[in-house]
Nanobody, 127 residues
Framework: QVQLVESGGGLVQAGVSLRLSCAAS????????MGWFRQTPGKEREFVSA????????NYADSVKGRFTISRDNAKNTVYLQMNSLKSEDTAVYYC????????????????????WGQGTQVTVSS
């Protein structure tokens, strides 16, 4: 059974850091690009960040560029999202996703391009 399980969310004050983790199991994800998306009530799920399966390329939404860092450990089948200088507008449910149809440097940004999804972890930033 393919699973993506996010962890590391929580309630924090603005300005602090959190690190989200996404543990993948059930198949080999080492050749999948991995992404993070987020969603707030009443809004569409939006792209946050992605990393190619090689780890050589990353992509970020403008709203998080310079504050968030995505990384992966293929030996552990885990992807991370380091979130620094959190703002209240970062409050959302964060989802991990896997894009299996990618080249070595692909870092796609659209929800429909990702085949596997986790259940999400809530991040709440109080101002």
């Amino acid at each position: 059974q393919v699973q993506l399980v996010e962890s590391g969310g929580g309630l924090v004050q603005a300005g602090v850091s959190l690190r989200l983790s996404c543990a993948a199991s059930g198949r080999d994800f080492s050749r999948d690009a991995m992404g993070w998306f987020r969603q707030t009530p009443g809004k569409e799920r939006e792209f946050v960040s992605a990393i190619s399966w090689s780890g050589a390329r990353t992509n970020y939404a403008d709203s998080v560029k310079g504050r968030f860092t995505i990384s992966r450990d293929n030996a552990k089948n885990t992807v991370y999202l380091q979130m620094n200088s959190l703002k209240s507008e970062d409050t959302a449910v964060y989802y991990c996703a896997a894009d299996k149809n990618t080249g070595r440097l692909a870092v796609r940004v659209r929800v429909y391009e990702y085949e596997y999804w986790g259940q999400g972890t809530q991040v709440t930033v109080s101002s």
